[in-house]
């Protein structure tokens, strides 16, 4: 979202500092990330000029910037209301109208945008991920490249065209584009160590540092390339989470982790963890199959299975359940679900749903009222390593686009995954199954994007075994 207002702000406001000049501090701090001290400063403007148009519009995006969508909408209406119709007005409240799922709306303030300002490349890019999130692809690949005509080192329109490239299966492509993620802005990706060069993939004499540079999700899928990474150097260095360390030493006991980038002496080159694929030249008809190791001691699945026993009725098949995500994931809006969602699912017979929820979402539990009996486990699961046994000690896995769907399918339990409309890249387009996880099976949104026909088709299948 664009917040370079063109400061048509009259001077002439009568204010202790000048209006313009207010304006300016404001949009700096805005555009520097110091929202509180954005709205400080807009409090002062709109105090004295309520419909000040760059005022209202700035206050907008600020609240954009906090997650406050319905607030965001309201103050850029009311800013084109008293403004110009100006095509940054039009773009940015595209965006709001996307994130809210108006997309009708969203779609008609991007056209006018274009219309007004035809070779605009952010419009053209809004427009792009507009028909995405739609899923007019191929509208939305014109677009991109349209922005790329007039700005080739567009990264954020390079990245739309990796994610819809691989969504395809055209990994070729997507690879290549995918690398342009680290040219988004600063805070998008983490920062990669700059003392060191890109392994390119060649034999390593010293050790290769290996970045995660996503989420855990990410660094279970692309953990299967450890290996294939391990044999071409002299060992490994992983800069990750210390709550994904357990998983990958189960991978690669020797493994070394450490928790931030710092200089290593044995290091001779990085790679990030999902810059593996490419490197290892992942089509469709050669993704690696998970690394063997993800499994958790018999010990700790027995103990499970014991809780387990005194908490679920004999003979009531035992279903794993995730509802909600991380809420600060970028399509989080999405992604997840909701626990009364789930009611086709607990409304069978002879199912006990196991909550391994964790985090946001978990407080839904209190209002639970199925049929089937819901144990919620989830707060006194402590870690990865307790999922796992979990899973091991449940019959079936049913879960959003989670951390918890990618190991589960990497440890190879059955594990179905409820898809958005617009779903990640990683799970491709109009299949019901994975090549990244072969005991995974997909149950997608139709066009209403809505969950309650998913978890009916879930309940379905559940149903007749």
């Known amino acids: 979202m664009d917040a370079n207002l063109p400061g048509r702000a009259d001077a002439a ?7 313009g000049e207010l304006f300016e501090l404001a949009r700096d701090a805005e555009a520097a990330g110091q929202t509180e001290r954005a709205e400080r400063l807009l409090g002062h403007l709109r105090a004295v000029a309520p419909d000040q148009p760059d005022a209202l519009h700035l ?8 997650k406050n969508h319905q607030e965001a909408l309201v103050l850029m209406q009311r800013s084109l209301a008293h403004g110009l119709d100006q095509a940054m007005y039009l773009r940015n409240i595209c965006e709001v109208y996307r994130v809210l799922g108006r997309f009708d709306e969203a779609l008609a303030s991007v056209s006018r945008a274009l219309e007004l300002s035809p070779g605009d490349p952010l419009g053209l890019h809004n427009q792009a991920m507009l028909l995405a999130e739609l899923g007019r692809y191929d509208e939305a690949v014109a677009s991109a490249r ?12 390079h990245f739309l065209l990796a994610e819809i490239a691989l969504l395809r299966g055209e990994m070729a492509e997507g690879w290549e584009e995918y690398e342009w993620r680290f040219r988004l802005s600063p805070s998008a990706m983490p920062a990669m160590p700059k003392s060191l060069p890109h392994w390119d993939g060649a034999p390593l004499a010293g050790r290769l540092m290996v970045v995660a540079d996503q989420g855990v999700g990410d660094v279970i899928q692309f953990s299967r390339y450890l290996p294939w990474a391990a044999a071409r150097c002299g060992g490994l260095t992983v800069v990750c989470r210390e709550n994904v360390r357990p998983l990958l030493q189960l991978l690669l006991p020797d493994l070394r982790c450490v928790e931030t980038i710092e200089f290593d002496d044995a290091c001779a080159a990085h790679v990030s963890f999902s810059g593996l694929p490419r490197l290892h030249g992942t089509r469709l008809n050669n993704v690696p199959a998970p690394a063997p190791g993800l499994r958790p001691t018999p010990e700790a699945v027995a103990g499970w299975r014991a809780r387990l026993d005194q908490l679920v009725p004999a003979g009531f098949a035992r279903v794993g359940i995730v509802w909600a995500g991380n809420p600060e994931h970028s399509n989080d809006r999405n992604r997840s679900a909701r626990l009364a969602d789930f009611a086709p699912l607990a409304a069978l017979p002879g199912v006990a749903l196991i909550s391994l929820q964790k985090g946001a979402g978990i407080e839904q539990v209190s209002g639970y009222f199925g049929r089937a009996p819901l144990v919620n486990i989830g707060a006194s699961v402590r870690d990865y390593l307790d999922t796992m046994a979990l899973l091991e000690a ?3 896995l049913v879960t959003i686009d989670s951390s918890v769907a990618h190991l589960a399918g990497a440890m190879g339990r059955p594990a179905w995954v409820l898809l958005p409309r617009a779903p990640d890249w990683r799970w491709l387009l109009g299949r019901d199954d994975s090549p990244w996880y072969p005991s995974v099976r997909l149950f997608r949104q139709g066009d209403e994007r809505a969950w309650r026909p998913v978890l009916q088709a879930v309940a379905a299948a559940l149903g007749t075994g």
Not at 13 to 19: H, L, Q
């Open 13 to 19: 406001t009568p204010v202790p500092v000048p209006f």
């Open 394 to 396: 449940v019959d079936l």
């Open 146 to 157: 349209a922005a790329l005509l007039v700005q080739p080192d567009m990264a954020a329109a």
């Open 59 to 66: 206050a907008g995006i600020v609240a954009f910037r906090r």
